[in-house]
């Protein structure tokens, strides 16, 4: 059973900082992509950045400059670091990974994290 599992959110004021991580459990024989998608109130799940197995980024343009995405392929982990936050960029951050475990390929996602940045 593969899980990921972040943490990280929480409530800053806007210009502030926060940093998200992500950890993969469970029975992983492949970590393919990962990435982080983020959800506002009433509006739709949208790519914030993604990252491959060998390091190659790509980012929202609505983050661009302020984002930055790394992943630690020997600690199963994915981080999202946030800096210049917005009020905007108030969402509930969902984190993303291709995993080859038992059976073919597929995505799984975590539970997700409140990010609330104040004006």
């Known amino acids: 059973q593969v899980q990921l599992v972040e943490s990280g959110g929480g409530l800053v004021q806007a210009g502030g900082s926060l940093r998200l991580s992500c950890v993969a459990s469970?029975?992983?024989?492949?970590?393919?992509?990962m990435g982080w998608y983020r959800q506002a109130p009433g509006k739709q799940r949208d790519l914030v950045a993604r990252i491959t197995s060998g390091g190659v980024t790509n980012y929202a343009d609505s983050v661009k400059g302020r984002f930055a995405i790394s992943r630690d392929n020997a600690k199963n982990t994915v981080y999202l670091q946030m800096n210049s936050l917005k009020p905007e960029d108030t969402a509930v951050y969902y984190c993303?990974?291709?995993?080859?475990?038992?059976?073919?390929?597929?995505?799984?996602w975590g539970q997700g994290t409140q990010v609330t940045v104040s004006s």
């Open positions: 469970g029975t992983i024989f492949t970590l393919n992509n």
């Open positions: 993303t990974a291709d995993i080859l475990g038992f059976g073919r390929a597929r995505d799984y």
